[in-house]
């Protein structure tokens, strides 16, 4: 089944305290992205991927690195968690990230920075 | 910029009726796509219909349609025959050339039975 997958779902930490949100896909999709939701401004897109080794800034990348070192996984790093990175996570890919195409998501990751 | 605006924070609709959200959306391009995105309360996003913005024709998914108006950039859902499953969180959203895909803030819809 052609799918994103993200692990953790959910996940509650302290600031300060690194860690690592996973992104999957099994669909041979070069274009690959990261969104955080937040009530009432939609999702934002943080980081993104054209192809591997080749990852540009969204618009909020403040706090956040990921890497494209394999064209199915693009990871999410958050070095020092702060509250304010509470949010709801999601990854989507794309075959080419062209506008024409369709980005299909992840089922998202819950996270909670106390 | 591009900017998306859903000016519905909040809506309902009985069961079997017709329901419509609004989307504008502020761009200078001339080629892009438009989506309406699906978020049940699973939390998943759901591709509901996209459009294209060179065709004229309202693109349409069984009870899901548009309303394309390009000189006024504005992108409406119409939901006709609403069920239960429906209700959910829509999210309009913009892709220009390159990858920049910007969403609106959200309709909470409810279908009430």
């Known amino acids: 089944e052609a799918q994103v997958t993200q692990n953790p779902r959910y996940l509650i930490t302290v600031t300060g305290k690194k860690l690592t949100v996973t992104c999957s896909q099994n669909?041979?999709?070069?274009?690959m992205s990261w969104y955080r939701q937040d009530p009432g401004l939609g999702l934002r897109q943080i980081y993104y991927s054209m192809n591997v080794e080749v990852t540009d800034k969204g618009d909020v990348p403040e706090g956040y690195k990921v890497s494209r070192k394999e064209k199915r996984n693009f990871p999410l790093i958050l070095e020092s968690p702060s509250p304010n990175q509470t949010s709801l996570y999601f990854c989507?890919?794309?075959?080419?990230?062209?506008?024409?195409?369709?980005?299909?998501f992840g089922p998202g990751t819950r996270l909670l920075v106390l | 910029a591009q900017t998306v605006t859903q000016s519905q924070p909040e809506m309902s609709v009985q069961e079997a009726e017709t329901v419509t959200l609004s989307c504008t959306y502020d761009t200078s391009e001339n080629n892009y796509y438009l989506f309406w995105y699906k978020q049940p309360p699973s939390r998943q996003m759901i591709l509901v219909i996209r459009q294209e913005a060179y065709k004229q024709q309202n693109a349409t998914e069984n009870r899901f349609s548009v309303n394309f108006q390009k000189a006024a950039k504005s992108f409406s859902l119409k939901i006709s025959d609403s069920q239960l499953g429906d209700t959910a969180m829509y999210f309009c959203?913009?892709?220009?050339?390159?990858?920049?895909?910007?969403f609106g803030a959200g309709t909470r819809l409810t279908v009430k039975p």
């Open positions: 959203a913009f892709m220009k050339h390159g990858n920049d895909m910007r």
């Open positions: 989507a890919s794309s075959l080419a990230g062209t506008y024409q195409e369709t980005q299909y």
């Open positions: 669909m041979n999709h070069e274009y």
